[in-house]
């Protein structure tokens, strides 16, 4: 995705692992220096006392490059773009040294929620290149995340507010680096998701079906109402399948949890996409 950014939760975490060596006298100037940052960037952040909420939302904004002179007009602090910088380069700017700093910010100590962060905006990181590298292949949880959101916030269901702390506690889990107890909640998610969309389905009475009590075969009444397809049946019964089996041998249990989480969002984004047109017509086997 080539206009994925770093999400605003991140650009959060990102300030507060600076903010952690701020009383340990860490020389920023010295160390950004030394990475290869510009020197207009170090001097101009260090006008600013390295006052980093200020700073990344300088860079967000794009109004970090630029400063009044003598009370006249702004003039850009780039050298050879004193005058001829747009707002439309200093975003671009201002994007592309976010995600130099994330990276840089990685290399430091108590950096992991970080780096967690980055990887549920779709990131890996280069170390040795202080870059950040989307992940092949992969989306980011936190677009999905927000997505799934609002599909289930207008999607009318009774247990709405139960769903959306399941999928906001599997993510906020894995950022701290609780596997164990992300994988739950994200199993608990496509749980709940089914639960609701069986037990409204049921409510109608328009099938003569009779609702079931565990999971598995609730995926399967949903199936034998026409809600789910046959391969739709299958993929959801093999994603319920992973999301609880526990461990999978040769796969680390980070990236299981990761794995787990992007599939129950995307599993999620499916239900709820499918269950709006259900409603609309009127719970029956669509057309």
Known sequence: MANRIVSQKTIIELKQVFEI????????????????????F?????????????????????GFFFREEFGMA?????PNRKYNLTQ?????????????LAAF?????????????????????????????????SVSAQEEGDRLTSLVKSSGLPGTQTILKHIGDAQSLYKDGKDHPSLNESRSFIQALIDEISVETDKR???PTKLPGPTKDRIEYLSKVSFLSADEESALKSGWGSLSAGSHPGVPERELVRIGLILALEFGQLLMLKFTNWKSNNYQAFS
Request: hydrophobic share 45%; aromatic share 8%; proline share 3%.
């Open 88 to 100: 439309t380069d200093a975003l671009a700017l201002g994007e592309v040294l976010i995600r130099r």
């Open 105 to 137: 910010a990685t290399t430091l100590p108590a950096s992991d929620t970080l780096l967690r962060s980055l990887e549920l905006d779709g990131f890996d990181v280069d170390k040795e290149r202080l870059q950040l590298v989307p992940l092949e292949g």
């Open 21 to 40: 060596f701020i009383n340990r006298q860490l020389n920023y100037a010295d160390l950004l220096y030394a990475n290869d940052f510009p020197d207009w």
């Open 205 to 207: 009475g328009q099938h």
């Open 74 to 78: 702004e003039s850009s602090i780039v």
């Open 42 to 62: 170090v001097i101009q952040a260090q006008q600013l006392g390295w006052d980093w909420i200020n700073i990344l939302l300088g860079l967000r904004r794009g």
